[in-house]
């Protein structure tokens, strides 16, 4: 849900670093030379697919214990998987400046969840378990904090349009550009602050696939309970803010401007929890 910027390596440059660290497997050398024009084809398609919603379409490998099919040209699975733990992942090897570039460019920020989770590693949006073509294809590797990667994604990848997570590199502007996290305000018992709920309304003009993706992401994120928490000790400092205000006196409408628009107006993206929670208690504090 948050927009991230296309990788500044290209997958030829990423193979190509990959290949260079390559050492005692000239096998392997070979066969990359000979397949690296379908491999590119195979990561045009990627990039084709993603914008329109349809890399669910896109050819997965069984992923069987003591199966090693082929999956492109001659290159079989391990040799795929291989290109990634060992000459992209390790430490010292040249495809490694690549995965530090693609953590560094999210600034901290999971862009699963709207930059709530620090990135502690790299997620391979088409899981390379089933998708071992897009290992090292860097608009496939999102930086992802772990319970994002562990808890919310994990090897699943999607049968249909409806069942895909938003994608961070390629996916509609809509997703981003376009307001479809709200909350509610639920006021406390006496000394109480209350809380925040978060809740999906995507607009009516989305068709039934792009609200049901919005609702998927938000729910297998678990977005609602993470937003929530984030939410619990900035109502309380808005609160006591708006309240303070009051004592002056202003008027309850003119301390909730001063107090939550600045939050709305700076917010770094529409649907940020903390720009989504103001809204709520701009329209629903009384």
């Known amino acids: 849900m948050l927009k991230l910027n296309q ?9 190509d670093s990959c290949r260079d660290g390559i050492t005692g497997n000239v096998n392997l050398v070979q066969k990359l030379d000979i397949e690296i024009g379908l491999l590119q084809v195979s990561a045009d398609g990627y990039v084709a697919s993603a914008p329109q919603g349809e890399l669910y379409t ?7 214990r003591n199966c090693d099919p082929i999956v492109i040209g001659s290159l079989k699975k391990s040799e795929l998987l291989k290109l990634y733990s060992t000459y992209f992942v390790k430490s010292g ?6 995965y530090n570039s693609l953590m560094a460019a999210a600034n901290e ?18 899981p390379k378990a089933h998708y071992p073509q897009f290992s090292v294809l860097p608009l496939n590797l ?9 808890d919310g994604k994990g090897e699943n990848f ?8 938003l994608h961070p590199y390629l996916d509609n502007d809509r997703y981003f550009n376009e307001q479809w996290v709200f909350a509610r305000y639920i006021a406390g018992i ?57 004592r002056i006196p202003l008027e309850l409408e003119v ?12 917010a770094s993206f529409l649907n940020h929890w903390e720009r989504v929670m103001c809204l709520a208690l701009m329209n629903e504090l009384v």
């Open 7 to 15: 990788p500044a390596y290209s997958y030829a440059q990423t193979m």
């Open 58 to 64: 896109l050819q997965s490998t069984p992923n069987h």
């Open 93 to 98: 090897k040249p495809g490694r400046r690549i």
């Open 109 to 126: 920020q999971c862009p699963f969840c709207g930059g709530i989770g620090r990135p502690r590693n790299l997620d391979h949006y088409l």
């Open 142 to 150: 999102v930086p992802s904090c772990r319970d994002c990667n562990m």
């Open 158 to 165: 999607a049968a249909n349009e409806e069942e895909q997570v």
């Open 190 to 246: 006496g000394a109480e602050p209350g809380v925040i709920e978060y809740f999906v309304r995507p607009p009516e003009h989305w068709d039934v696939s792009q609200k049901k993706r919005v609702e998927k992401h938000f729910n297998d994120f678990d977005l609602d309970l993470r937003f929530s928490k984030e939410a619990g000790p900035r109502l309380i400092t808005c609160l006591a803010q708006i309240q303070e205000l009051t």
């Open 255 to 266: 301390a909730k401007r001063t107090i939550l628009q600045p939050a709305i107006e700076s």
